[in-house]
């Protein structure tokens, strides 16, 4: 790419002496408001409608050097249309719910190879390991059973996990209630 500096120049190649059109044009100046703007009599551009070649900043924008069609830079460069406009409607803080989902994305896929793939991987003293927590595991659920049992009340139907509540049981009127 070159680095050339573009030379300041009227784009329509003629001088700005034979200007072919109008009458000296120029913003209205010490224009006292007079009241409220009527909306259905003003003229509104869209995404779809282009501004009209009436309008005040389109014949501004032409006695600056720019044409229709084409981009704002002194070469005619630039973006043509104007950035759309995407209306937010949640009250989510900007960026956050992109950053959401690809938090989710690469958690569940983590997840994913933490349970299924890292067994496919592990050694067998791995194995052996995970295998031998896993009984250690599932003999303390069993022993944890076993105790609870004496805190269980058959009359009631009702387990406690510590003596503390189940003797609180025994001496509550429930318990006596239903003794009766
Ligand atoms: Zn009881």
Request: aromatic share 6%; charged share 35%; glycine share 6%.
């Given at each position: ?26 913003l209205p100046?010490?224009v006292e408001p007079k009241g409220y703007v009527d909306l259905d009599k003003v003229q509104q551009t869209s995404m779809e409608s282009h501004l009209p070649s009436s309008n005040i900043g389109y014949r501004l924008l ?6 229709e ?13 104007p950035?759309r406009i995407?209306l ?93």
């Amino acid at each position: 790419m070159t680095s050339t500096v573009p030379t300041k120049r009227h784009p329509n190649g003629q001088d700005d002496d034979n200007d072919d059109d109008d009458e000296e044009f120029t913003l209205p100046r010490n224009v006292e408001p007079k009241g409220y703007v009527d909306l259905d009599k003003v003229q509104q551009t869209s995404m779809e409608s282009h501004l009209p070649s009436s309008n005040i900043g389109y014949r501004l924008l032409q006695k600056m050097g720019w044409k229709e069609g084409k981009g704002l830079g002194t070469l005619g460069q630039g973006r043509v249309d104007p950035i759309r406009i995407d209306l937010k409607q949640d009250s989510l803080g900007i960026g956050k719910a992109g950053q959401d989902q690809e938090y989710n994305e690469s958690s569940a896929s983590k997840r994913k190879a933490l349970d299924s793939e890292k067994q496919l991987e592990e050694t067998t003293e791995e194995r052996q390991v995970r295998e031998t927590k896993a009984m250690k595991q599932q003999e303390i659920q069993q022993e944890l059973k076993e105790v609870k049992r004496a805190f269980y009340c058959e009359l009631c139907d009702k387990q406690y996990n510590k003596v503390s509540e189940y003797d609180q049981h025994l001496q509550s009127y429930d318990h006596h209630h239903k003794k009766i």
